[in-house]
């Protein structure tokens, strides 16, 4: 969810010692210098799509996002004006979108504007219903899906907790993704937990490598 932090943070995810794929929002202050930092620092960078989740109005998915509403233009012209607010994208994520992700028409609106971008699309599984990332498979798009959110809790301790419990499905899977947040603890937690993991052989990889 990067974008709207301070460079000094996001920066800091820049320079971790290994790749990552940065998910930006489209249309935040540090949208542009985000995504040139991170492709600068050899990292990948993907559009952080906001989609309309379940429980729309009580929780805002924010500005730009897609709405289960819309019609086939719109959805179209909203998706094609986030990837181009995000230079140097080569995929896209959705931020919330529980209620877009769970109808096959509307998330397939969305899906035929990233195919025609010929990006890649990553489900991030906001919802235990979403049918994102089989549509997706079925539409012929490179794709892949959220395994593990890492910092559903703010605590040091519990983050790494959710990086080890990814990296046993990674080696149970072969691979496997994970979604975190530009937030100071995850950063933390990532630099600590990142020499160890290495340590016991597992790679860390982009998302166009995890889903090849």
């Known amino acids: 969810d990067c974008g ?9 995810f820049c320079e971790l010692p290994v790749p990552i794929t940065v998910s930006i929002f489209p249309g935040e202050r540090e949208t542009r210098w ?6 600068h620092s ?20 924010g500005q730009g996002a ?18 181009e607010a995000v230079p140097g994208a080569r995929g896209m ?10 109808d096959r028409r509307v998330i397939g609106y969305v899906l035929d504007e990233i195919k025609e971008q010929n990006l890649f699309f990553i489900d991030s599984a906001t919802s235990s219903h979403s049918v994102a990332y089989n549509v997706a498979l079925e539409m012929g798009i490179a794709s892949g899906r959220n395994a593990q959110f890492l ?3 703010d605590d040091p301790d519990s983050i790494s ?19 975190a947040h530009a937030k100071t603890n995850t950063l933390t937690a990532l630099m600590s937990a990142i020499p160890g ?11 166009s490598q995890a889903i090849r």
Do not use: C
Request: proline residues 4%.
């Open 197 to 207: 993991l290495r340590a016991e052989g597992f790679e860390f990889v982009t998302v």
């Open 34 to 39: 985000m995504a040139e930092r991170a492709i």
């Open 42 to 61: 050899g990292h990948e960078v993907m559009v952080h799509l906001p989609m309309e989740p379940i429980d729309y109005p009580k929780r805002d998915p």
């Open 93 to 102: 994520n959705n931020h919330m979108g529980s209620r877009v992700t769970q």
């Open 161 to 179: 907790q959710s990086l080890r419990a990814l990296s046993m499905k990674a080696r149970q899977h072969g691979t496997a993704i994970g979604i």
């Open 4 to 12: 709207y932090q301070s460079r000094e943070l996001l920066g800091g």
């Open 151 to 153: 910092d559903l809790s």
């Open 66 to 83: 897609i709405f289960s509403h819309y019609d086939y233009d719109r959805i179209r012209s909203v998706t094609r004006q986030a990837i």
